[in-house]
């Protein structure tokens, strides 16, 4: 077997590198043990936290998630889940690198509504250019359309993070001809995030050339989110390594597997 993993380069965000191109999300799961376990088994690097509903230290006599995904060996990814508004995701991430001693990577998602979660792009625009200008590092939740995306990094995000499908929908990858496009146009890291729903659709998501995928529900959502958890970091190796081997051309005729000059 070829090793081609050693002769990929690797995921860089904001100047860092990291090893795995799975960023796994932290909510939803049994407990904070089963936090522990399913993250472990990701081999995820990055932790993406939702500062509105996690603790992270903001509640003294309260169980604290970092305790069980310290810091010391993950990157946690303070996000804005939950919030309506570009105020209120400001103030959010402020408050993040408050309680995370001036730790400047965070993840931006302005939400439309509560029956879609779809983003509100010009709120998020908004609130993006406000953070850029304050020195946060911005991995931003987006619509899967290319000019959007195009904009937010001209403002200077450090990853686009267009949506597979709604999140929580496990739908997968509905528009991967617009998912492609944001690809192939941009210069900062694209991670898939949100609708994914199963393995299946993380391999397509890196097969596309994407960076990386960011999921949560995929994971804690499974009726074992612990053995779900590995079967997404073996997928998206699987994909990225068939996205770096090359796919075969798709023909609209048959070609035999075996040569048929000389046959009996």
Not at 50 to 75: C, K, M
Not at 97 to 111: I, P, Y
Not at 173 to 185: A, G
Not at 192 to 211: F, P, R, Y
């Amino acid at each position: 077997m070829t090793n081609a993993t050693s002769a990929d380069r690797p995921l860089i965000i904001a100047g860092k590198e990291y090893n795995s191109r799975l960023l796994v999300g932290s909510g939803k799961y049994r407990d904070l043990e089963q936090t522990r376990a399913a993250t472990e088994a990701s081999g995820a690097d990055i932790i993406t936290v939702a500062i509105r509903r996690v603790n992270i230290g903001q509640h003294a006599n309260e169980p604290n998630l970092l305790d069980v995904v310290p810091p010391s060996r993950y990157t946690i990814l303070p996000n804005t889940a939950g919030c309506y508004n570009a105020k209120d995701a400001v103030y959010t991430l402020q408050l993040a690198r408050e309680l995370l001693n001036g730790h400047n990577l965070v993840k931006l998602e302005v939400l439309g509504d509560e029956k879609t979660l779809f983003p509100n792009m010009p709120e998020t625009l908004v609130a993006a250019r406000e953070l850029v200008r304050d020195g946060f590092d911005v991995m931003v939740y987006c619509s899967d359309d290319p000019i959007q995306a195009r904009m937010l990094e001209d403002i200077g995000c450090a990853a686009i993070m267009p949506l597979a499908s709604l999140i929580g929908s496990g739908m997968g990858i509905l528009n991967p001809w617009n998912l492609s496009l944001i690809i192939e146009q941009s210069k900062v890291p694209v991670i898939v995030d949100a609708g994914v729903g199963t393995a299946s659709d993380a391999a397509i998501a890196m097969e596309l050339g994407c960076d990386g995928v960011l999921m949560n529900s995929a994971i804690a959502g499974a009726q074992d989110p612990v053995r779900m958890a590995g079967a997404m970091r073996l997928a998206v190796e699987a994909g990225r390594e068939a996205y770096l081997a090359g796919r075969m051309p798709r023909r609209f005729a048959a070609s035999p597997s075996s040569p048929m000059a000389g046959r009996i």
